[in-house]
């Protein structure tokens, strides 16, 4: 098993940036690999970006390229997510997820969550 935690979230304004971190416990975390997902107020949960394992394979939602970057330090036991110029539309909880073997993009495809942390943006 794997336990997960985000940080990094808060409350910043359009335009900014903002840094989440999912922290993992145990030894075979370079085994998962890990995804991003947010929630807004009344909208289902979509997917954002995962990592494999390894780092080698990366992949991010349409709705979000080219403002948001996935990485991954093994040795640390933490994926980030860096956002870059922030929108209003943004504003959600994001989730940080992890499954063993290759990335996927479906939430219910990931076994062990983390619990969310609060992401909002104003105007």
């Known amino acids: 098993q794997v336990q997960l935690v985000e940080s990094g979230g808060g409350l910043v304004q359009a335009g900014g940036s903002l840094r989440l971190a999912c922290a993992a416990s145990g030894r075979t975390f370079n085994s998962y690999a890990v995804g991003w997902f947010r929630q807004a107020p009344g909208k289902e949960r979509e997917f954002v970006s995962a990592?494999?394992?390894?780092?080698?394979?990366?992949r991010v939602a349409g709705s979000v390229k080219g403002r948001f970057t996935i990485s991954r330090d093994n040795a640390k036991n933490t994926v980030y997510l860096q956002i870059k110029s922030l929108e209003p539309e943004d504003t959600a909880v994001y989730f940080c997820a992890a499954r063993v073997a290759y990335l996927r993009t479906s939430p219910d495809e990931y076994d062990y969550w983390g619990q969310g942390i609060q992401v909002t943006v104003s105007s």
């Open positions: 990592i494999s394992s390894s780092g080698n394979s990366i």
